[in-house]
């Protein structure tokens, strides 16, 4: 009944998992090919040939099919490529909104990488949008995942962009420190451009400090690392690399020597088309040094190119300085009209782009633009350096706040590790202190064997003992006899022969009736004699045949003084043809043991008033079995004690078997099955009176 219960479960298991495989299988290929359409809109989403309508359209679609996807680690990676798409297309609403969602996502499945990248992408958000504390914030974040996932590579990264907008804000230590921290990870992994790029910045840090030799030297650094990297990458770089070298010549006012750095840049075929940027900044960098240099044919058309070209990029820092520059140039052509025109475009954008070092640089243009209004522009100056240097501060401290929070949750991250390797170790000592403990346990175990088994050993050598004790008891009994039989030959039968001899002699000359009679009763004496000799001779004769068994001795004396003592009635029968003395000493200890252990539990448990032992043996097999008439029990639920423990101990020893069979009230069955064979044993036999000794080989048939 319980085996068909169980087929019946273990149907309906297998039953519910095929149904449930089947549903998942269904519930898979339903989703692959939405999950091919929304790939394939987030890649149109991204193709910058597109019109924007219609990449917004591609991207909504995308989304609104992403949302209603079941798997949360297929629904991330959308999330993630959306989030990262409406970035580009800079759809500030619904990238903040998709973005909140990846990040929310990968906290609560717990996905680092997705988490990090979502970290990353608002952190670019927030830069470019000029936020400057929050974009260190969220890089911040991101770094700090990508080092707890060891990836140095993207930790450097981040540290770099990170270093950029404290150079930004002039937190030019904080900028050193990070960027170190960067290098030092880049070289770890051997990234040569990014190295190009530390170095490239670490010298535009030492620029903006004015160490102008030093940045120099950074940028000749920069450049070791940047033949190392691939042709394409060489040319692009490069441009970015002469144009730093050429403002660190420019700022240092050296203009000669940085117009072959900037006309080095404008050589670059086709750099107007593919990137206008660089083109721009190069091309008002040369225009300004030469203007400075007293060269004014071309830098009044170059400035104004490079502002269109900046203005059309939407590049408000440059567009900035390029009205800087052209309010410089005006002032020096003593146009104060244009100046003053394209000074006030300076400081407006600047403000946009929170320049302070231009807002400060164009108001101290302004007394030179309009000297009769002198005064109130310095003292706006004045006031806006102090409000300004002031706002740097609280920036910094701003900064520095963030920079002891992330050092303080690194602190946290490896006294969190030191607990955990505390507890670690804590929980590796209680283990080796538990494999200790069940050591000596085990050791106290064998040891409590080992004393059971010499236990055993000296109670095996005890009945050693009492059975050659035994055999020398049967021997001086033999003697005994052998002696008794002797004078009872020699002091009786010997002598009444020899008197009757002595009468027969004397007979043997007479005839008469007295000596007829004296015959008849010297015949009557040889009768008796006769009658004598025949009782002693059946007496020898019956005892050669029982033969005395020491063994069945012991067993017999053990019966007698066990159940006399306990008023037992017991009957014994045993094998009369096999030789019990010549089997091998352990069997007969274990054996008489076993009976031994047998007739204690029957005294202590059974209540028996009979007990019957039978030793047989049949194909060198022997068996003993032992059966009371007491109360017995229940041999299925019966607890198995010491004792029992013994006996099958005993018993597999010798090789054999054992069964014990009992019911209530119908008494209990001890049977013991041994295999055994005779062992070479000594016969002792006389020649000429004197003890020899032969071996012979003795089988029970």
Known sequence: MVCKKHILLISLFLLFFSCKKENQSAQLNSTVPQSDSIR??????????????????????????????????????????????????????????????ARFLSEEIKDSAVLAVSHWDLGDFYKNNFIKDSAFYEYGQAEKIYA????????????????????????????????????????????????????NLWGTLAKSLKEYEQSRNYFSEAEEYLNKLPEELIV?????????????????????????????????????????????????????????????????????????????????????????????????????????????????????????????????????????????????????????????????????????????????????????????????????????????????????????????????????????????????????????????????????????????LGLNKKADTSAINMRGEAIEKLQGVQEEIRTISHELNDASHQKFHNFIISIEDLLKNICEAANLEYHFNYDEGLDWDSLSGDIKINLYRIIQESLQNCIKHAAATRINLEMDSTDHVLKVTLEDNGRGFDDKKGKKGIGHKNITSRVNKLNGDWSLKSKPGKGTLVTVKVPYLLPESKIEIQINGEEKFRTVEKTQE
Do not use: C
């Open 148 to 199: 707890s996932l060891k990836d140095n590579n993207l930790s450097g990264r981040l540290l770099l962009r990170m270093s950029v907008i404290q150079k930004d804000i002039k937190d030019f230590t904080g900028a050193e420190i990070n960027l170190i921290n960067a290098i030092e990870l880049f070289q770890t992994v051997e990234n040569n451009e990014q190295l190009f790029l530390s170095y």
């Open 236 to 504: 692009n770089y490069q441009n970015t690399l002469s144009n730093n070298i050429g403002n660190s010549y420019k700022e240092q006012g050296d203009y000669i020597k940085a117009i072959p750095y900037f006309n080095e840049v404008l050589s670059t075929n086709s750099l107007r088309i593919k990137n206008p940027d660089r083109y721009a900044l190069a091309l008002d960098n040369l225009a300004f040094s030469q203007f400075k240099t007293g060269h004014m044919k071309n830098s009044e058309a170059n400035l104004k190119e490079a502002l269109e070209i900046n203005i059309h990029e939407n590049d408000l820092e440059q567009t900035a300085m390029s009205h800087f520059h052209l309010a410089e140039y005006y002032l020096a052509k003593r146009d104060t009209l244009l100046a003053m025109t394209n000074a006030q475009e300076a400081l407006e954008i600047a403000k946009q782009s929170n320049d302070n070092k231009l807002i400060l640089e164009t108001l101290q243009l302004y007394p030179l633009l309009d000297p009769e209004n002198a005064q109130s522009y310095l003292k706006e100056y004045l006031v806006l350096n102090d409000s300004l240097q002031e706002e740097d501060r609280k920036i910094r401290n701003k900064f520095a706040r963030i920079r002891f929070e992330t050092d303080e949750f690194i602190a946290e991250n490896q006294l969190l590790a030191r607990q955990r390797q505390l507890w670690i170790g804590i929980a590796i000592g209680l283990f080796l202190l538990a494999i200790l403990v069940l050591i000596i346990i085990s050791q106290r175990a064998k040891n409590r064997n080992l004393r059971f088994q010499q236990q055993q050993q000296e109670a095996n050598q005890e009945i050693f003992n009492l059975m050659l004790a035994q055999n020398q008891k049967l021997k001086e009994g033999k003697q005994t006899e052998q002696k008794r039989i002797s004078e009872e030959l020699h002091d009786g039968i010997l002598g009444e022969m020899n008197g009757i001899r002595m009468i027969l």
């Open 40 to 101: 394939l809109w987030i890649k149109y989403g991204t193709d910058v040939n597109l019109p924007l309508k219609a990449r917004s359209e591609f991207l909504l679609k995308a989304y609104s099919n992403a949302t209603s996807e079941l798997n949360d680690s297929l629904r991330l990676n959308y999330y993630a490529k959306l989030s990262l798409a409406y970035l580009n297309l800079k759809d500030s609403i619904n990238f903040r909104r998709i973005n909140k969602r």
